[in-house]
T-cell receptor, first 114, second 113 residues
Framework: EAAVTQSPRNKVAVTGGKVTLSCNQTNNHNNMYWYRQDTGHGLRLIHYSYGAGSTEKGDIPDGYKASRPSQENFSLILELATPSQTSVYFC?????????????FGSGTRLTVL | GEQVEQRPPHLSVREGDSAVIICTYTDPNSYYFFWYKQEPGAGLQLLMKVFSSTEINEGQGFTVLLNKKDKQLSLNLTAAHPGDSAVYFCAVSTSGGNYKPTFGKGTSLVVHP
């Protein structure tokens, strides 16, 4: 059974619309992450969280917000979606924190902004 | 900050051949090194995590080598099979900043029967 579950798996949005990507983990990990994956860029960190109520900016936070209402749930919010945000988004939870942390990824959400 | 270069971006081999993927990094304060595997339509899964020495995972048919002097990390598949076809990512964590790993851009490996 998947420990990190993302929804939806696929999403088509219109420019200027609001998009919410959801992530749920059953690992009981404190840390959670949102990445986007683009050809030629690999994985880039958007936002992360150390626990319920906390959100931190990653390397490319512009145009994105995050919300961590509970240990299990971490959402990525695009208030005004743009075509440049078309990508595959991955959520992950982290097992230990610090440099040795292993990340456990969901299966991804493919977002297309028209 | 840390920069990680991964090569090659694409690799095609025959079943039974060896395959090598190399990552070079820049930050001398890098301490943990990871290889993740991404199968089609799925998220990344940890293959191996290394700290300071050569690691060998014989069960899965690959070897991870770490050369801190040259700041290089490699993944060596000794006898590839079609089930190894996937995208492979290296990742490096440093002691500075927020410890979050920096990922390479990935290598798409195709193993032909």
């Amino acid at each position: 059974e998947a420990a990190v579950t993302q929804s939806p798996r696929n999403k088509v949005a219109v420019t200027g619309g609001k998009v919410t990507l959801s992530c749920n983990q059953t690992n009981n990990h404190n840390n959670m992450y949102w990445y986007r994956q683009d050809t030629g860029h690999g994985l880039r960190l958007i936002h992360y969280s150390y626990g319920a109520g906390s959100t931190e900016k990653g390397d490319i936070p512009d145009g994105y917000k995050a919300s961590r209402p509970s240990q299990e749930n971490f959402s990525l919010i695009l208030e005004l979606a743009t075509p440049s945000q078309t990508s595959v988004y991955f959520c992950a939870s982290g097992d230990a924190g610090g440099m040795a942390e292993t990340l456990y990824f969901g299966s991804g959400t493919r977002l297309t902004v028209l | 900050g840390e920069q990680v270069e991964q090569r090659p971006p694409h690799l095609s081999v025959r079943e039974g051949d060896s395959a090598v993927i190399i990552c070079t990094y820049t930050d001398p304060n890098s301490y943990y090194f990871f290889w993740y595997k991404q199968e089609p339509g799925a998220g990344l899964q940890l293959l191996m995590k290394v700290f300071s020495s050569t690691e060998i995972n014989e069960g899965q048919g690959f070897t991870v080598l770490l050369n801190k002097k040259d700041k290089q990390l490699s993944l060596n598949l000794t006898a590839a099979h079609p089930g190894d076809s996937a995208v492979y990512f290296c990742a490096v964590s440093t002691s500075g900043g927020n410890y979050k790993p920096t990922f390479g851009k990935g290598t798409s490996l195709v193993v032909h029967p």
